[in-house]
């Protein structure tokens, strides 16, 4: 028997919505919502009605639905649907799209359906960072980049905000990256480093991932593991490892560890106690 799977989580750092459907095989009559709904089709085949015009929703594709768009749609060959969502009330948009654009004008979709292979992959990057729990940093960073490109996949032709669009100074780098190293062990946000480069977040990340090569939070998490290496080659227990370097728990730390260097802490330290 096919098991349908049904989630929704609602993330109190971005004040959104996120659904995950598995499995699915119901049809859903014509209904609207008074928010926008991005969406993800991991897999399966829909026939699609939006505001009365038909569209087929295949694997991959992107579906965008403007607040109040009257849609319905139901399987096509019984095809299971596999579906991430984000719903965008329109005032987190709207602050979004300020600190990207510094104009409040919303976007308006033109199209419900979207073939655009990395706008798919950024909305599903912020949808696992939400269902994972991870940092408020680290959804934050996935969430502006993400609406950076649905901007731009729904042809909203605004003017950068001038302001923001100045590339960060060399002086104000140095500050960020010396904020970054001593207080690596806290919980950093996004918007301290924003503030002290004088840039929205958005322009922050921009700035920052063309400056150093990595997003701020990749370039954190690197600061962490190194610090980390420093630590389990004097031999200090895991836990206190984890603790000391930022991570909020020793599984947190064990996985990044792992990522970054292809061993686990364990693993890493025993090769100086072999020695």
């Known amino acids: ?28 009559p ?15 085949k829909r026939q699609l009605s939006v505001n009365q015009q038909d569209y087929r929703l295949e694997t991959g594709d992107t579906l965008l639905l403007n607040p109040l768009d009257t849609h319905a749609c139901e399987t096509l060959e019984n095809y299971q649907l596999n579906y991430r ?17 510094g104009s409040y004008e919303l976007p308006i979709f033109q199209h419900s359906i979207v073939k655009n292979e990395q706008l798919g992959e950024l909305l599903r990057d912020v949808h696992i960072a939400i269902f994972q ?39 104000k ?15 950093i946000h996004l918007e301290d480093l924003s503030t002290i480069a004088d840039l929205s977040k958005y322009h922050f990340l921009r700035n920052f991932t063309k400056s150093q090569n990595l997003t701020p ?7 962490r593991i190194q610090a980390a290496i420093h630590l389990l080659k004097k031999g200090i227990p895991l836990v206190e490892v984890a603790g000391l370097t930022g991570f909020h728990d020793q ?12 061993l686990t802490p364990k693993q890493y330290q025993n090769i100086f106690k072999l020695s």
């Not at 014509?30 to 399966?44: L, M, N, P, W």
């Open 85 to 101: 969502a984000l719903n965008l009330k329109t005032e987190v948009l709207q602050k979004a799209v300020y600190e990207i654009t």
């Open 133 to 171: 729990k991870k940092s408020s940093f680290e959804k934050e960073e996935c969430f502006y980049f993400f609406i950076k490109q649905l901007l731009s996949a729904s042809n909203l032709t605004l003017s950068p905000n001038q302001a923001n669009e100045a590339p960060t100074s060399l002086e």
């Open 251 to 262: 599984s947190h730390f064990s996985n990044t560890f792992k990522k970054c260097i292809g």
């Open 30 to 44: 014509a209904h609207f919502h008074d928010y926008y709904v991005t969406g993800y089709t991991e897999s399966g």
């Open 217 to 223: 939070f990749q370039y954190i998490q690197t600061v």
């Open 173 to 187: 780098m140095k500050h960020v990256l010396a904020f970054i190293k001593e207080h690596y062990a806290e919980t």
């Open 1 to 28: 028997m096919d098991i349908e799977n049904r989630k929704i989580i609602y993330d109190d750092d971005l004040d959104i919505e996120a659904y995950h459907f598995e499995g699915i095989i119901q049809a859903f």
